[in-house]
């Protein structure tokens, strides 16, 4: 129809005016009783590229975040089973949808509410009567906020990632590593927790490289670290300390299962099976493991301690663990 080519023709219009193409493909969530209401908006943000689900209660939007995220979540005030002042209380205590803003849709009778809704932490709102340009400009703003955030955090992770970890391995680097025995230390002189720590270098890594190349080399470095990983707890803090010596602390560990952990960790090495040219690579390790308790232990010593441990394990004849 006329009427319907003008709007599209309008949507166009605004689409350009704010330049929404990198909003396209976003979500919208909308709940509200009012069919024809969800409609309206529904085509309005649908003409924008915007992906949109329509709730009718609040409870089966609820039901739905269990699975996904929307990039912005559009809620009516009055609603017969739950209102949205209710339903924003709720969303806001989700930490996963802290950056999802929550946009209100109210009559202007009901604009007194505004105040106490955004305190509850909804974004913003519309009062209605709303025209299609309204509901545009601020839904997409609300979104192309919330992508902000999203990316900040995105890169925030990779840098704390790229600074924190080793990339062949992914597992901490000897600098984070430290920060982290540092902490487990503290708290073990303050609370009298008790914990270990294990120190471990591969037998005769060099001959690996020069037998079989230093990517054979590499790839035993991941594999063991796969196998480590799987044969500690989740609690477990390992780190890449040099180029084929790692460590681990064992938080809470007891003194008396010290032995069980070396023995675990010597088992996962010759375990491994690393084929090249239709033979086995042979893995061992040599390790030294301290345990530490209520004391809170100079850290310098405590490497020293398990680097002397290692290296006797070395001397005598390697393939073997000293606590
Ligand atoms: P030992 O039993 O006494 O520990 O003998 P080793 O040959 O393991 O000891 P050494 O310290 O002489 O050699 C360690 C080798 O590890 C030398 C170095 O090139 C290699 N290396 C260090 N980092 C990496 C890495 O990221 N990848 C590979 N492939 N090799 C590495
Ligand atoms: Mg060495
Ligand atoms: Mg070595
Ligand atoms: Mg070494």
New binding site residues.
């Given amino acids: 129809s006329k009427v319907n080519e003008d709007f599209v023709k309008y949507v166009d219009e605004i689409v350009e005016i704010i330049s929404i193409s990198d909003i396209s493909g976003s979500s919208a969530w909308i709940v509200d009783n009012d069919i024809a209401e969800t409609q309206f908006l529904e085509n309005i943000l649908k003409s924008t590229g915007i992906t949109v689900s329509t709730f009718s209660e609040p409870s089966e939007l609820l039901k739905n975040l269990k699975n996904n995220t929307p990039d912005i979540i559009i809620a009516d005030l009055f609603m017969k089973k739950m209102d949205g002042m209710e339903l924003t209380k709720e969303l806001r205590h989700k930490n996963s949808l802290k950056n999802v803003p929550i946009l209100i849709l109210a009559s202007s009778r009901e604009s007194s509410f505004m105040r106490t809704l955004l305190l509850h932490g909804a974004n913003d709102y519309i009062l209605k009567p709303f025209s299609a340009e309204e509901a545009i400009l601020r839904v997409t703003s609300n979104i192309k906020t919330k992508k902000l955030y999203d990316d900040l955090e995105e890169t925030n992770r990779e840098l704390f990632k790229k600074a924190t970890t080793d990339s062949?391995t992914g597992l901490y680097n000897r600098r984070f590593f430290m920060e982290q025995l540092e902490h487990v230390n503290y708290n073990a002189g303050r609370y009298g927790h008790s914990f270990g720590v294990a120190l471990w270098?591969?037998?005769?890594?060099?001959?690996i490289?020069d037998r079989h190349g230093?990517?054979?080399?590499?790839r035993?470095?991941i594999k063991l670290t796969e196998a480590i990983k799987h044969s500690v707890r989740k609690s477990d803090i390992i780190g890449r300390f040099?180029?084929?010596e790692f460590i681990c602390i064992f938080p809470g560990q007891k003194e008396a299962d010290m032995p069980a952990i070396v023995s675990k960790l010597l088992e996962a090495a010759r375990d491994l099976y690393i084929k090249e040219g239709g033979k086995q690579i042979p893995v061992t390790i040599?390790i030294g493991a301290v345990f530490c308790k209520n004391t809170s232990e100079n850290l310098d010593n405590i490497i020293k301690n398990v680097d002397k441990l290692m290296y006797r394990a070395?001397s005598d004849g390697?393939n073997k663990g000293y606590i």
């Avoid at 270098?201 to 001959?207: P, Q, Y």
């Avoid at 230093?214 to 590499?218: C, F, I, S």
């Fill in positions: 062949l270098d591969i037998d005769h890594f060099k001959n490289n230093h990517d054979v080399g590499d035993v470095l040099g180029g084929e040599s070395k390697r």
